[in-house]
T-cell receptor, first 111, second 113 residues
Framework: GNSVTQMEGPVTLSEEAFLTINCTYT??????LFWYVQYPGEGLQLLLK?????DKGSNKGFEATYRKETTSFHLEKGSVQVSDSAVYFC??????????FGAGTTVTVRA | ETGVTQSPTHLIKTRGQQVTLRCSSQ?????VSWYQQALGQGPQFIFQ???????GRGNFPPRFSGLQFPNYSSELNVNALELDDSALYLC????????????FGQGTRLTVV
């Protein structure tokens, strides 16, 4: 079956630091890959996505590249802000009826 | 901000009771999926409804059931509540059965005591 493994947290950073959250996946075919963000007390928001190998998803300064050879989709941001404090989820779907999520990584950015 | 709304936002129930959670989908979307997010974990797929029919189900017992209405809004019903059912329940609204563009509601926090 499909599964997602992401870097365990929590991650604590200073403002303007570089952020990387590792995500690797197991899938039988060619999944679409997503990063979702969950701010305190809220539901999930789509941050970025990539639907095929070597695609790069980007949004709000965040980037992730779909690497089929390493089955990875690591999230990066060059300069984080306090407002980036949230829980980040890596997820995949093989265009079927469900998303499979990782366990989430809590990121705290200090001023 | 999405157009997916869930109600209620918080709920406390006693073990053994039944609960109904509601979700109004994004305008134009015909598919609703439900997820359970236990504290500190990623969301787990419960089931999906597409055009009023169940389209797929995760590893949840039959006491978790659902409905989708002609306006594509949806209900999640849980019977015989157990303490482990305490979680954030999320619904996701999509156009069609895939996840190219899914919008999530803010969730219903269910506490079973």
């Amino acid at each position: 079956g499909n599964s997602v493994t992401q870097m365990e947290g929590p991650v604590t950073l200073s403002e303007e630091a570089f952020l990387t959250i590792n995500c690797t996946y197991t899938a039988t075919g060619y999944p679409s890959l997503f990063w979702y963000v969950q701010y305190p007390g809220e539901g999930l928001q789509l941050l970025l996505k990539a639907t095929k190998a070597d695609d790069k998803g980007s949004n709000k300064g965040f980037e992730a590249t779909y690497r089929k050879e390493t089955t990875s989709f690591h999230l990066e941001k060059g300069s984080v802000q306090v407002s980036d404090s949230a829980v980040y989820f890596c997820a995949l779907t093989e265009n079927d009826y469900k998303l499979s999520f990782g366990a989430g990584t809590t990121v705290t950015v200090r001023a | 901000e999405t157009g997916v709304t869930q109600s209620p936002t918080h709920l406390i129930k006693t073990r053994g009771q039944q609960v109904t959670l509601r979700c109004s989908s994004q305008s134009g979307h015909n598919t609703v999926s439900w997820y359970q997010q236990a504290l500190g974990q990623g969301p787990q797929f419960i089931f999906q409804y597409y055009r009023e029919e169940e389209n797929g189900r995760g590893n949840f017992p039959p006491r978790f059931s659902g409905l989708q209405f002609p306006n594509y809004s949806s209900e999640l019903n849980v019977n015989a509540l157990e303490l482990d059912d305490s979680a954030l329940y999320l619904c996701a609204s999509t156009l069609g059965r895939g996840y190219t563009e899914a919008f999530f509601g803010q969730g219903t926090r269910l506490t079973v005591v």
